[in-house]
């Protein structure tokens, strides 16, 4: 599975290239400190990616001559937006101005590791994995390149320092590709010794027992904790998606619906939205899954659960005018032009309804 940097750790590292600027030049510190930059912060906080970069490119043409610190900075951005070309272009610029820089190294071993050329971001990556700000990033860029390469015992190696919340998921995945699947779950439970009910390692652990032990087995066993009322919700949303692989969808949505706390509930409503859609129940669906894009428009299992949903019921109308709704809400979102433009030509193609009388409308 790809490794995903949330906006947290995006928020971290560009606190931290101020850090990055050159020594030679400490005056460039406060010139750098302005106004854009932290407009630049927000925006890539907010996920506005595109006018991240945008702003950057603003600063880049506004200021005298090529800026590390903003070809970077756009470089981030655009790795974030998936421009992967454009963002190795602007950091092998900047690299050219700063070749040390490690916030570049990064941004271009990211752009690399895009662009599927993942023994090119290795050698990037592996530069900079002992950096005190970016060093992090780098080893999970590390791993991900090892794991894409299919380099499994390099990867259980370098794995040997890692700090534990690095070495037990990637050792997990790396045992189970070598097909040692009892030492997987070993690793699972020493994982969970440290720390007791860490739903990712419970949901690999749950995988690799019904690789074991059978689907039903595992399920029977799910089903018991799940009425522990001390456990924590992920024992049920484990049980609940082992009964909709067992055939069983309404006794999963039945669990679904049990389930509480904020978090929880907007990630466990997608589940229950896309088995609704699946399972004949379009109706209940296509509200929720509009709802659920409201609040996350760049969610693409959304939008292609919902898009299948409003054709299978001839709801395509629907769609179009809840694009056009979203649009207004999330003007950034470039992409929901593109989708009420495939929505009109599907709908164009349809033949034309009976009027009354039988007449054509």
């Given at each position: ?64 001559g090529a800026s590390a610190f903003w070809l970077t900075r756009r470089a981030s951005a655009l790795n974030r937006a998936s421009d992967y070309e454009q ?275």
């Open positions: 599975m790809p490794v995903r940097f949330r906006d947290g750790a995006a928020i971290e590292a560009l606190a931290g290239v101020l850090a990055g600027i050159s020594a030679k030049n400490p005056s460039s510190l406060e010139g750098e400190m302005t106004n854009a930059y932290k407009e630049f912060s927000a925006l890539v906080g907010s996920g506005k990616y595109r006018q991240a970069a945008e702003l950057a490119g603003q600063e880049l043409a506004n200021g005298e963002a190795l272009v602007d950091s092998r610029s900047a690299l050219a101005i700063e070749p040390s820089n490690p916030y570049a190294i990064l941004c271009a071993a990211d752009a690399l590791r895009g662009l599927r050329r993942p023994r090119e971001a290795l050698s990037h990556y592996r530069e900079i994995a002992t950096h005190a700000k970016v060093g992090g990033r780098a080893r999970a860029g590390i791993f991900e390149s090892l794991a894409v390469l299919g380099r499994w015992q390099e990867l259980l190696d370098s794995l040997a320092a890692a700090p534990a919340e690095e070495r037990h998921p990637w050792r997990v995945k790396a045992l189970q590709a070598q097909g040692k699947t009892e030492e997987a779950m070993s690793e699972c439970r020493q994982w969970l010794a440290e720390r007791p009910d860490h739903p990712p390692a419970l949901w690999e652990l749950s995988e690799l027992e019904v690789a074991s032990d059978g689907l039903e087995t595992v399920r029977a066993r799910y089903e018991r904790l799940a009425r522990i009322p001390t456990l924590p919700p992920v024992y049920r949303e484990i049980y609940a998606s082992l009964c909709r692989r067992a055939g069983l969808p309404e006794l999963a949505l039945e669990e679904y619906q049990k389930i509480g706390g904020t978090v929880e509930r907007t990630r466990v409503q997608k589940k229950q939205a896309f088995l609704m859609a699946k399972t004949g129940r379009e109706g209940e669906a296509i509200p929720l899954l509009e709802e659920l894009l409201t609040l996350d428009p760049k969610d693409i299992y959304l939008h292609s659960s919902y898009g299948a949903a409003c054709a299978r019921v001839n709801q395509i109308e629907r769609a179009i005018e809840f694009y056009n709704r979203l649009m207004g809400i999330h003007p950034e979102e470039n992409g929901l032009y593109g989708r009420i433009k495939r929505l009109k030509k599907k709908l164009a193609a349809l033949p034309e309804q009976p009027g009354p009388g039988g007449a054509k409308s």
